[in-house]
């Protein structure tokens, strides 16, 4: 919904462009699958071809107009139609005493999820997100306080990885890094836990209060109840739990770290699913990229072993020397299709870093024994791990196509 004045302002901006505009601040992700939806149903009224319905350019933007977030796309036709738009938009919205807080071109590039993602999958055992919670939950004594810092603790987290690890990521969750009022009904009885999140004008605040009686299907009247809710228009999510098993309602959920990489996962695939897509070519693939890709790979896990202490143990082999080879065979070209290829990559600990990267001529080539370890690495140790792949999936897990 569009309040009537901004909806005035917003046909008025480009009015022979085609655009959706929404009240609030869902994000660009949010808005790119809201003009999806839009022109499949006019795809489907055949009031559109299929070209324009696959078209990506246009311009993303957020204003603030009355005191309210108002967010929109407009289409484009092409590159130089975005241009254009880039220097019209903000002085459209300049005559209109509307202020343009943020305004991006589409379609936007995609997230890869190396190397955060990929060195948390490939190194943390399946056990640590349950082991770091049981911990994590040993630290309180009672309920309240726990559930209260969970949320405190998961709000900072998300914050901190969308800033540090994907700050391409940030005009999709913008409900994520302003400041929050969180109020959490807890319902034991009824094994029940209910949230609500708010905008707020002031820093991150959560409220836990818990009720003895079942909530069953009154939780809205239990929240007015009970809390001084903010304005409607300020809620941002609504969610309920329930929990079947465990001493305690809580005590299935994660680590607030692990929950916050999980719910960045999604909103990453759902970012890149709404770019276009992106053709992987093995040929692209070369001994520099390997290793500036290892590299930062190294780098990037004693980052976190450094950074959070729950991750310390599981990084541990990679704390010293880290000693690496690859050795892959990209396939000949075939006429019309993508080319594809093999990569074999050992991890050793060793005496210091070192990676050697070899372009195979044949695929019986990539292996290797025990008596090339011995020659490339003499002082080599324990292996960290080994990976065999396919140079497409190696590719696509570098530049997030496979997301």
Known sequence: MVSRNFAEIATKLLPDKRSIFVSGDPGVTSMQ??????????????????????????????????????????????????????????????????????????????????????VLDENCPSNLSRKESELYWSNFSTDTDAIRNWYIDLINYKKEIVSHEFPELEPAVPAWLQNLSVFVLYAPKSRVIATRYYSSAEGNDVVVKEIPESIEMKTEEIFSRLFSLPPVENCLFKNIMFSGTGKRVFSSWDHPYFTAVKDLRKEVKRFNEAQPSVFCDASSVSDSLIYSWTNEEINKVRYLAKKYSFLKDAFQSWMGGVQVLHRYHIDKPTQNRVSDGRIVSYYFIGPCDNVLVERMKDEEELRFDENDVKKYFPEVKDMIYSKYTSLSIYLKDKVGCNF
Request: glycine letters at 4%.
């Open 33 to 118: 699958d809201k003009l999806k939806e839009f022109k499949q149903y006019l795809l489907h009224d055949n009031r559109i071809k299929q070209g324009e319905y696959e078209n990506a350019y246009g311009i993303f933007f957020r204003a603030r107009f009355n005191g309210l977030i108002h967010s929109g796309i407009i289409q484009a036709i092409d590159v130089k139609d975005v241009e254009n738009m880039l220097i019209e938009i903000p002085l459209r919205f300049q005559e209109e005493n509307t202020d343009l807080l943020t305004m991006l071109k589409l379609p936007l590039s995609r997230i890869p999820p190396f190397p955060f993602f990929t």
